[in-house]
């Protein structure tokens, strides 16, 4: 089954301790992106990664850190959270090739620091 | 800059009423539209999409939406909701043929359909 999957699906963790969200996707997408969704504000793109080693900032790149080793991987790494990043977390890929392409998400991931 | 507004934050109906959700964007070129559902507790689906041709646009489970240039608006309608429509609904766009894939969204209009 084509999916895009999450890991942790829940996190409550402390101020200051680093912690890593992984994304994978099985349809071989070059496309990768992360959101996050705050109430009131919708999804706010994070970074996103064209193809391997290709990453560039979003519209709230601040706090996080991502990279793109191989293909399916798109891991999110918050090296010290703050609670100001506690929010519901979508990663997302697509195809690329030109134009747009249907980005597919994963089911999120709500994380809370304390 | 782009951005996307949705101007119903809260909208509860009866069942069998009539919907229509209002999004406009704001961005000088050309533009991809979608619409996204959010059941409880799932991740975004894509109802609806526009990329060009016929600006009225039909989804899945009986949803539709409008594309209207002139107003920059792409609305999203259901003649008749169910309960099962409940949900978190998402306006967004891309620029058509930008550099990525990035979409804009809406902040959200979260339906709550009462039996």
């Known amino acids: 089954e084509a999916q895009v999957t999450q890991n942790p699906r829940y996190l409550i963790t402390v101020t200051g301790k680093k912690l890593t969200v992984t994304c994978s996707q099985n349809?071989?997408?070059?496309?990768m992106s992360w959101y996050r969704q705050d109430p009131g504000l919708g999804l706010r793109q994070i970074y996103y990664?064209?193809?391997?080693?290709?990453?560039d900032k979003g519209d709230v790149p601040e706090g996080y850190k991502v990279s793109r080793k191989e293909k399916r991987n798109f891991p999110l790494i918050l090296e010290s959270p703050s609670p100001n990043q506690t929010s519901l977390y979508f990663c997302?890929?697509?195809?690329?090739?030109?134009?747009?392409?249907?980005?597919?998400f994963g089911p999120g991931t709500r994380l809370t620091v304390l | 800059a782009q951005s996307v507004s949705q101007h119903n934050h809260h909208v509860i109906l009866s069942e069998a009423a009539s919907l229509e959700l209002g999004c406009n964007y704001s961005?000088?070129?050309?533009?991809?539209l979608f619409w996204y559902v959010q059941y409880p507790g799932q991740h975004l689906q894509l109802l609806l999409k526009?990329?060009?041709?016929?600006?009225l646009v039909k989804g899945i489970k009986g949803f539709e939406a409008e594309f209207i240039k002139s107003k920059f608006s792409f609305n999203l309608r259901k003649p008749s909701v169910q309960w099962s429509d409940t949900a978190e609904y998402f306006c967004?766009?891309?620029?058509?043929?930008?550099?990525?894939?990035?979409?804009?969204f809406g902040t959200g209009t979260l339906l709550a359909v009462q039996p």
């Open positions: 997302a890929s697509s195809a690329w090739t030109g134009g747009y392409n249907e980005q597919f």
């Open positions: 349809m071989n997408h070059e496309y």
């Open positions: 990664s064209m193809n391997v080693e290709v990453t």
């Open positions: 961005y000088g070129g050309t533009v991809n």
């Open positions: 526009y990329f060009s041709g016929d600006p």
């Open positions: 967004a766009v891309n620029r058509k043929g930008g550099a990525t894939n990035k979409l804009i």
